[in-house]
């Protein structure tokens, strides 16, 4: 078999994976070969593009509830129209246009363990200043920044320590750190503003 791992990064092929959309040639060098392709967030368009590129055949669909009964979600929410968090929480003190690390943020991570923590943002700007924040508040944790400007072998690095536990909490854009990533140790994701779509969103509380 040809295994295509992560199959939803075949859309990347149009913007900037370009080599992606070559992969049909697999199946011109072997024509009888099947394809297997995985992924948490395979779309209908996602579908159609890959028996497109990949020229599949005979073509077998294989789907699961994207429930996972394993996993707990704590949704806070703020607007300009509502400044406070409608979760009612007495404690929250999540507020309209928190960036930093606030009290509950801090309570929800500051116990953690190496490799436990993961946050995610949009942008990397988002990304350093919680960073910074987090290593200014929590001077006996390990914490490190994670995003696409960083070279090769840094970012390497960094996903090594903190898959080993060496480091407490990462600091990552979505970009980065979002797909086929093993983090065994990881008990919590924190999500920093709304996710650029319901892929991206499926795809990093996959990380949990």
């Known amino acids: 078999f040809f295994i295509l791992d992560e199959a939803h990064q075949i859309e990347a092929g149009q913007s900037f994976r370009p080599d992606y959309l070559g992969l049909g040639i697999l199946r011109q060098k072997f024509p009888v070969v099947p394809f297997l392709c995985f992924s948490a967030t395979c779309q209908a368009y996602t579908q159609r593009l890959l028996v497109k590129v990949l020229k599949l055949k005979d073509l077998q669909v294989v789907q699961q509830k994207e429930a996972r009964e394993n996993m707990h979600f704590s949704l806070h929410y703020t607007s300009k129209k509502k400044p406070t968090c409608s979760c009612k929480q007495a404690t929250c003190s999540w507020i309209h246009g928190t960036l930093t690390a606030h009290a509950s943020m801090l309570a929800s991570v500051s116990h953690s363990e190496g490799g ?27 914490v490190c920044l994670y995003h696409g400007q960083l070279d090769d072998i840094t970012r390497a690095s960094i996903q090594k320590q903190f898959v080993d536990g060496s480091i407490d909490i990462l600091c990552a854009t979505w970009a980065s750190f979002g797909t086929g990533v093993d983090m065994p140790k990881l008990t919590r994701v924190v999500m920093y503003g709304v996710p650029l779509d319901f892929s991206t969103f499926v795809q990093t509380i996959g990380r949990g």
Do not use: Y
């Open 116 to 142: 436990e923590v993961l946050v995610a943002t949009n942008s990397r700007k988002d990304c350093e200043i919680l960073c910074s924040d987090l290593q200014r508040l929590l001077p006996r944790k390990t």
